[in-house]
């Protein structure tokens, strides 16, 4: 099984950038420290990335911090967004996950690091 992460919407540009975030529900069995993800915007893969570090904490500890550098809004606009993405939730109970990854140069770093069943070669 190949491991991926979707975004339907480039929240405060932040795919342009060698390192970005995701606000994800804890998943202990999807996401993993060193692991490579096929990064797909709006159902287009456009890149791999490796996860570098995650931050679990609860929904209410979100901060001006974390929610500008990863929306691009308030606290309480990100709360509020993760909300809309994730119903039917105990906020008290569940954790979110801040990821930190950073995506992979080209094809060959991919490669050398981790082998993906539908990467071409040359």
Known sequence: MRNEISFTYN???KLAGKFFTTLRLKNDSKYFIGETYSIYLKKKLIFYAEIVTIK???LSDINDYVAGLDTGYSTQECRN??????KNIDWDKRLLSLILLRKLNNSNETAKNHSHPFQQTA
């Open 11 to 13: 929240w405060n540009n």
């Open 81 to 86: 967004i993760i909300k809309t993405m994730y």
């Open 56 to 58: 679990h904490f609860h």
